[in-house]
């Protein structure tokens, strides 16, 4: 039987660099790989990698594999589970970790099913049994309503985790580490899905991962109209982004990309201002990152108010106005 | 083309727009009250609904299948008061408390039983666990494409043509038959049942598959098959900490937030 040794989280690159969810990964990684006293290995496959494979160092990685194809362009998941399945063959991990983004959802599933090994899915925590050196696994589930601790006697133990979940290490470039190139031949007659073509819908403007501050508006805005005008007024204000719960997205007031929670964008601003948002788990599950949440809702019982650290209880069409007043007033002074 | 066979999986969940604060745990399982009734998965009434936008342009078969024990049948009807054609229920209590690898294996096997399929369709994630495995698992054990995050699916020559949403977009992808679908939220919500979909809803009766009808044995499935272990499932207790700022008027109340938050130097 194979000896499993070792973490291996599969990179993603955002614009030729490095991820920020894989240097979250990295960070978990390099705890988990040094309370187990094993190495740290980090797959990066694209077309191109280029210093994403230094940053995977600098960021904890002690070995990068490096699988750099034409046909890894874009994600595929038939093209990727080949240089996958090879690489774990090859070096047989204990533990695999990946994003809970939307390759890591496609990929992780397929691997777990085809490694006949158990996955837990958007892990918020992670850590080694010092005992068993087996993998405790922190999910969120119904909606975020609960929280189930899974573990496996499976091997390799898989697991996705939440952006924002867990924190990064600081960048360090004199960090040793080795670059290793992953020869994979891929199979193209194994890819069965054609990409016709890839479409940009983004909203212009800001976009909410990186927005210091969040204006979110709920069902209880009543329609598309002020999206445009009073939460866009106190976004533009705050140097913001403008974002919603999940109802405004699935009536079509806003576009889908401006949906924060368990199946939209998660966030973790400096502020996030919740307007009219009762704050079901399945929200919450996006916005909880956030480092200071302001609530408004005229339903002093909203669930909002428990995330929330100052709220208002009252209709957003009488509180906002006079609050979108007094700021400009202080932000001019 | 002959008429399409679709597949559609079901699961029965407490109802996930209850509000938070009726989510209990007890015995490390989620205890509702009596009066939340259960539902059929949102993200199944989407996978659903995808089936039915085929099934309008070009006609098929949906069967509808759901894994579990005690399904109620008012619940689960829906599948054909909507416009499903057969309802196929894997109904034992060996089928409960699985996990991903459980529920994929148990539906699979029903699935390949079945025959004749050339889409199935799945929720991108259950809306209980929301672990979002189990299509994908079934397209891995059956060794099918699969394509997750469908917001548009479409049938043509044989082939299926689908919107896969991505982060700030979607492609557009073309893959033949049979292939997996896992849907998503955007595709639009599951249609209104007719009073003729209702009707003929309650006089149509479900098959019912026991384990043995599957091959199965017991420790293949549900708890006893399970790949994870759940050691414990618990409410993270959270202190409520809002400040609430009033005023004389609401508009005074708005006011004094923004004096507040400046105070606070969060602004």
Redesign the interface.
Known sequence: MAEYKGVLICGELTNGKLASISTELLGCGRKLADDLKEDLSCLLASDTIGEASKEAIAFGADKVYVAEQPALKEYQ??AYMQVVEQLVKEISPRVILIGQ??VG??LA??L???LE??????CLELSIDPETKSL?QTR????G??????????MPQVATIRAKAMTALERDDSRKGEIIPSKVDIDTSKL???????????AVGMKLEDAPVIVSGGRGMGGPEPFQTILKELADL?HGAVGSS?PP??NGWLP??SHIG??GKIVGP??YIAIAIS????HIAGCSGSK?I???NKDSDA?I???????????YE??????????KE??AG | MPDINMIVCCKQVPDPEAPPSVFKVADNKIQLPQDIKPVIGQYEEFALEAALKIKDAMGGKITAICSGNNLIRDVIKKALAVGGDELVLLEDEAFEEGDSWSTAFALATAIKKIGEYDIIFCGRQSSDWDAGQVGLGIADILGLPAVTLARKVEIADGKAKIEQVIPDGYQAIEVALPVVVTVTSELGALRYAALKGIMAAAKKQPVIWKPADLGLETSQIGAAGRRSKLNKLFQPVKEAKCEMIEGETLAEAGTNLAIKLREAKLL
């Open positions: 998941a038939d983004t939307s959802r496609d599933p397929r777990a099913f085809r090994t158990s996955l837990a899915t958007d405790i969120p589930v119904y909606g309503n609960a929280q189930a601790i899974l573990t496996t006697e499976l069965r899905i054609k990409i016709l073509e890839t479409v940009k819908e983004e705050l999940r997205a699935d889908e990309a368990l199946t400096e502020l704050g079901a788990s399945q200071h302001i609530a408004i669930n108010f428990k995330e929330a650290e100052f709220g208002v209880v009252g209709k009488e509180v906002l106005p006079a609050f979108i007043g007094k700021l202080l932000l």
